[in-house]
């Protein structure tokens, strides 16, 4: 069985940094797609940036949404069962949380990445907040 959980959420200042991390066990990303969404209040859940295993040992593909590109940086973790969000120069915004999702597939196209229907596994999510 398959569990997703985040951690590394918090309160943070314009400019700063944050490094979410996601632990999925059970899930082997070289035949799928691990992604990190965020939802703020009232609004719908949207991707971030996904990583991608492919048929060839060691390689994974990066993808970002427009909005986080040059600033946030997805890699997966020496322990493979994870994986990371690191969230450079962060804008005051909404406050929004951050999910971790594990699919079944290798979503290579944004339109596939980016749909949480896709994702089988979810975690419970983590708050970020960034404000002065």
């Known amino acids: 069985q398959v569990h997703v959980v985040e951690s590394g959420g918090g309160l943070v200042q314009p400019g700063g940094s944050l490094r979410l991390s996601c632990a999925a066990s059970?899930?082997?990303?070289?035949?799928?797609?691990i992604a990190w969404f965020r939802q703020a209040p009232g609004k719908e859940r949207e991707g971030v940036s996904c990583?991608?295993?492919?048929?060839?040992?060691?390689?994974?593909?990066?993808y970002y949404t427009d909005s986080v590109k040059g600033r946030f940086t997805i890699s997966r973790g020496n322990a493979k069962k994870m994986v990371y969000l690191k969230m450079d120069s962060l804008r005051p915004d909404k406050p929004y949380v951050y999910y971790c999702a594990a699919g079944l597939g290798r979503f290579l196209s944004i339109d596939s990445w980016s749909t949480p229907a896709n994702y089988q596994y979810w975690g419970q999510g983590t708050q970020v907040t960034v404000s002065s």
């Open positions: 990583i991608v295993g492919s048929s060839r040992a060691g390689l994974y593909y990066q």
């Open positions: 059970a899930f082997t990303l070289d035949y799928g797609t």
